[in-house]
């Protein structure tokens, strides 16, 4: 599956934006969809995670009642609704699937997922 991340920009602090993440060349119900982020100097850090089928959700404590992630199956494409942005927040943003159910201690490891996005910049910057 070929994944194409995209809304990304600059936005002032205390402000929103959604991501999306776009997928092509695979069946996008059965794969589980997360969110990445990799500042610049620091490692890639999991934001957050979209299960197939009922799409079960789960989040990084640090976004956690800030981000909301959603998918359409009908359109191939997850959501990253991001509200109350902070300064802290500017990275580059990654989309990653994996087929199966990972348990949810595999969700924020890098090696579980195949396919990943280009990666879409966000700045939170006044």
């Known amino acids: 599956v070929q994944l194409q991340a995209s809304g990304g920009g600059l936005v002032q602090p205390g402000g929103s934006l959604r991501l999306s993440c776009a997928a092509s060349?695979?069946?996008?119900?059965?794969?589980?969809i997360s969110w990445f982020r990799q500042a610049r100097g620091k490692e890639r850090e999991f934001v957050a995670a979209i299960r197939r089928s009922f799409g079960g959700t789960h989040y990084a404590a640090s976004v956690r009642g800030r981000f909301t992630v959603s998918r359409d199956n009908g359109k191939n494409t997850v959501y990253l609704q991001m509200n109350s942005l902070k300064p802290e927040d500017t990275a580059v943003y990654y989309c990653?699937?994996?087929?199966?159910?990972?348990?949810?201690?595999?969700?924020?490891?890098?090696?579980?997922?195949?396919?990943w996005g280009q990666g879409t910049q966000v700045t939170v910057s006044s």
């Open positions: 990653a699937a994996t087929g199966g159910s990972p348990i949810q201690s595999m969700l924020p490891d890098p090696g579980t997922y195949d396919y």
């Open positions: 060349g695979g069946t996008f119900g059965s794969y589980a």
